[in-house]
């Protein structure tokens, strides 16, 4: 079992950045793939990065590329997602994941979720 705990989401105005962090507990973090997530009122839920096991591999949804870096530390137990420029449309719930799959994008490969942290940007 694992658990996630998302931090750092607020209140940021257009152009502005914000560094979310997500804090797994137990000892095997470095055994799951991570992956960032967010979901806007009356939409799904989408992709908006993953990193594999180790770090060497990343990918992102178009929306953020060149604006969102993911990363991870395994000693730290812990999975950041670094936005820039901000948008009033990035504005939404933000939830990180981890699957035992070696690397995914897709939700449902996902087996354990946080709670979410809001993410607003005004314009």
């Known amino acids: 079992q694992v658990q996630l705990v998302e931090s750092g989401g607020g209140l940021v105005q257009a152009g502005g950045s914000l560094r979310l962090s997500c804090t797994a507990s137990?000892?095997?973090?470095?055994?799951?793939?991570m992956g960032w997530f967010r979901q806007a009122p009356g939409k799904e839920r989408e992709f908006v990065a993953a990193?594999?096991?180790?770090?060497?591999?990343?990918d992102y949804a178009d929306s953020g590329k060149g604006r969102f870096t993911i990363s991870r530390d395994n000693a730290k137990n812990t999975v950041y997602l670094q936005m820039n420029s901000l948008k009033p449309e990035d504005t939404a719930v933000y939830y990180c994941?981890?699957?035992?799959?070696?690397?995914?994008?897709?939700?449902?490969?996902?087996?354990?979720w946080g709670q979410g942290t809001q993410v607003t940007v005004s314009s």
């Open positions: 994941a981890a699957s035992r799959l070696v690397f995914t994008t897709t939700h449902h490969e996902y087996d354990y």
């Open positions: 990193i594999t096991r180790s770090g060497s591999g990343t």
């Open positions: 137990g000892r095997t973090f470095s055994s799951y793939a």
